[in-house]
């Protein structure tokens, strides 16, 4: 039996819509109230997309991304976001979406596909480590407020 559940481009408002309780997961400082709008805006402006997988008429995973350039890394995908609703989790879906991400990045003759996680969460780590990817720098933050 194929486990493998397709991974859906997510573009409308109702489609952004059903990613909000994954990422809330992941987020859970977004506000639902301006959740569409903000994502919209990023769409638009910054060159955000995401990637979701959709079981039991429902997004349960769901990568977001962008295409950029640094100088440290070059021309880039750069992963925001990765995220499995916890009754979902251990299907595969973040490597699935990992995967689809990768590929968009070879299609489009990137230089890497980039991520941060948490010091501390080691299980995604885990995850990225399987998938192929290795530890290149250290993100450090100085938060203003």
């Given amino acids: 039996m194929d486990n493998t559940y397709q991974v ?19 987020r859970p400082h977004l506000k639902k109230n301006n959740w569409s709008s903000t994502i919209s805006e990023m769409m638009q402006n910054e060159k955000y997309s995401i990637a979701g997988i959709i079981a039991d ?10 295409v950029m350039t ?10 925001d976001d990765l ?7 251990g299907r595969g879906f973040a490597s ?7 590929a968009i990045a070879i299609s489009t003759h990137m230089d890497a596909v ?20 290795q530890f290149s ?6 938060y203003l407020k």
């Fill in 8 to 26: 859906k481009i997510i573009k409308t408002d109702a489609e952004i819509q059903q990613c909000w309780e994954v990422a809330f997961l992941l």
């Fill in 96 to 102: 699935q979406l990992l995967a689809h991400v990768r």
């Fill in 83 to 89: 995220s499995t609703l916890e009754s979902y989790r």
């Fill in 114 to 133: 980039v991520l941060d996680t948490g010091f501390d969460n080691h299980t995604a780590q885990k995850l990225y480590l399987k998938n192929g990817f």
């Fill in 70 to 79: 640094s100088l440290h890394s070059g021309n880039i995908i750069y992963i």
């Fill in 57 to 66: 008429d429902q997004v349960v995973a769901f990568a977001g991304y962008r």
């Fill in 137 to 142: 720098a250290v993100h450090l933050s100085a």
